[in-house]
């Protein structure tokens, strides 16, 4: 629950960057950084917005402003956000005009959340892809396989000493449901292991495990009964 709400914060700072600078590059341009930062505490209620009333207070009791600025990137961990405080804290650090700084860093922002939000629809085909696969799709085509084998009868080719004999042919079936099984086990750690890394949020490995592998096991038991 604690790993939930830290990466809705994250998203939330994220989704707040370009909007938040586009505002503060609106202020004129004589503005000090720190009359900016204090304004764009005040511009609203986001956890950025109180990030930014975070550092106005560092900075009231004597923290020099790139130091408060910087500590916001630490306290979170947002790529998106560090990109963007790097840049704010490099034009600071070189005298450039502050409005076309956050304009600037605005726009990159809004550049870099477009490839984010790309790529996270690309792995979220993956990752569906996957978990319909190890829960659903896989599970149930061993399932009926394993049903057609066990629904064959070869006792009219074993009486003319051709193939294995009945005790062989189960030997064989139960030989390959246990492998179907450890197929099936494998498929849905694998799967919960690149899920997780994909996201990453290896601790996310077990909960996907937990949910992928008793399922897969019960759609294959319930399509080799059919």
């Given at each position: 629950?604690?790993?939930?709400?830290?990466?809705?914060?994250?998203?939330?700072?994220?989704?707040?960057?370009?909007?938040?600078?586009?505002?503060?590059?609106?202020?004129?341009?004589?503005?000090?950084?720190?009359?900016?930062?204090?304004?764009?505490?005040?511009?609203?209620?986001?956890?950025?917005?109180?990030?930014?009333?975070?550092?106005?207070?560092?900075?009231?009791?004597?923290?020099?402003?790139?130091?408060?600025?910087?500590?916001?990137?630490?306290?979170?961990?947002?790529?998106?956000?560090?990109?963007?405080?790097?840049?704010?804290?490099?034009?600071?650090?070189s005298g450039a005009d502050m409005s076309r700084a956050f304009r600037e860093t605005a726009e990159d922002s809004m550049r870099t959340h477009a490839l984010l939000r790309e790529r996270a629809a690309a792995g979220a085909m993956q990752k569906y892809t996957l978990i319909l696969a190890g829960g659903c799709l896989v599970p149930f085509i061993l399932g009926k396989l394993a049903s057609m084998v066990e629904g064959f009868s070869l006792s009219g080719i074993s009486d003319?000493?051709?193939?294995?004999?009945?005790?062989?042919?189960?030997?064989?079936?139960?030989?390959?449901?246990?492998?179907?099984?450890?197929?099936?086990?494998?498929?849905?750690?694998?799967?919960?292991?690149?899920?997780?890394?994909?996201?990453?949020?290896?601790?996310?490995?077990?909960?996907?495990?937990?949910?992928?592998?008793?399922?897969?096991?019960?759609?294959?038991?319930?399509?080799?009964?059919?």
């Amino acid at each position: 629950l604690m790993m939930h709400h830290e990466e809705d914060r994250k998203k939330k700072i994220e989704e707040e960057i370009p909007d938040l600078l586009l505002t503060a590059s609106s202020l004129p341009g004589n503005s000090s950084l720190p009359r900016i930062v204090e304004y764009m505490g005040k511009s609203g209620s986001g956890p950025l917005c109180h990030e930014f009333r975070i550092a106005q207070r560092e900075m009231l009791a004597g923290m020099p402003t790139e130091e408060a600025l910087l500590r916001i990137a630490k306290r979170n961990r947002s790529d998106a956000l560090s990109r963007a405080i790097g840049l704010i804290a490099a034009a600071l650090h070189s005298g450039a005009d502050m409005s076309r700084a956050f304009r600037e860093t605005a726009e990159d922002s809004m550049r870099t959340h477009a490839l984010l939000r790309e790529r996270a629809a690309a792995g979220a085909m993956q990752k569906y892809t996957l978990i319909l696969a190890g829960g659903c799709l896989v599970p149930f085509i061993l399932g009926k396989l394993a049903s057609m084998v066990e629904g064959f009868s070869l006792s009219g080719i074993s009486d003319i000493g051709i193939g294995a004999g009945e005790a062989q042919r189960l030997q064989l079936i139960a030989a390959s449901s246990l492998a179907n099984i450890i197929y099936i086990a494998e498929f849905a750690l694998i799967a919960s292991a690149f899920i997780a890394l994909q996201e990453g949020r290896e601790k996310k490995f077990v909960i996907y495990a937990l949910a992928l592998l008793p399922c897969g096991l019960a759609v294959y038991f319930f399509s080799r009964g059919l």
